[in-house]
């Protein structure tokens, strides 16, 4: 994989665990994706406007893929509510490499190197031991952490090939971006109101920022996957994990043990691999 994807991917996995801190961190995680949603779809429609629209080929995939992330955000949120960043991270965003380059093979007939299938191996069961609390994974969210990471899996292999297809990621992004930041509004006011939502509470400006960061997180990540293998590139962008436990032991008062340093150096290792 040329090293400027890999720097960009890597610097798109720092920015997505900053985003994730911001939620997790949240006391109403529900309000706060909304929001970044919202500020999500203003940013997007404007960014769209001097873009070339996207090949008509990719249009189904870019609804598909909005349908999904609106999944993939209520069971984030329902993760949050019991789990560590520390824990729920590691699980939804392990488990999802080695899907996505199995889906990747199926669905876009991609190949992979065996070097290639052995960093993500390194990078996936690196990134989902750092939950294990000495020899158990004992996580009360652990089916919605998983259901996050077959969500991410899904969404991930749906724009890889939507991508493709529209001849103009950045713009394909953006208009999938802008489609996801509609529907998860209209998702919030159905299970709660519109009064809750569109109102000024604490914490509005993280949630804005943390839209911000997310859009352009996963623009540089569509941009990835049009140039390198599904697989390869996940396995990369996960290891924004590396930042997340970082971030969590640094900020949000949790652990950081001997297991979950050597997890660190045998992600590292598939890192190096895949680079």
Known sequence: MPIHIVLLVLFAALLHASWNALLRGGSDRLWSMTVMCIVIAIASVIAAVFMVAPAPASWGYGMLS?????????????????????????????????????????????????????????????????????????????????????????????????????????????????????????????????????????????????????LLAYAIVIYAMNEAPLGAVSALRETSVLFAVLIGYLFLGETLTGRRVLACVVISSGIFIIG
Do not use: K
Request: charged share 10%; hydrophobic share 50%; aromatic share 10%.
């Open 66 to 214: 909005a349908l999904l992330h609106v999944g993939y955000n209520l069971f984030l949120v329902r993760s949050y509510r019991v789990g560590d960043l520390g824990q729920i991270y590691p699980i939804s965003r392990g488990s999802s490499p080695a899907l996505i380059t199995l889906g990747a093979a199926v669905f876009a007939g991609e190949s992979i190197t065996p070097g290639e299938l052995l960093g993500i191996g390194l990078v996936s069961g690196g990134i989902i031991s750092l939950a294990f609390r000495g020899r158990s994974l004992s996580v009360p969210s652990l089916p919605y952490a998983l259901g996050t990471g077959c969500f991410i899996a899904a969404y991930s292999v749906v724009d890889g090939i939507g991508a493709r297809l529209s001849g103009a990621p950045l713009a394909y992004t953006v208009w999938m971006c802008a489609l996801w930041g509609v529907l998860m509004p209209l998702v919030y006011i159905g299970l709660r109101d519109a009064r809750s939502l569109f109102c000024v509470r604490p914490g509005i400006l993280a949630a804005s920022v943390g839209g911000l960061v997310s």
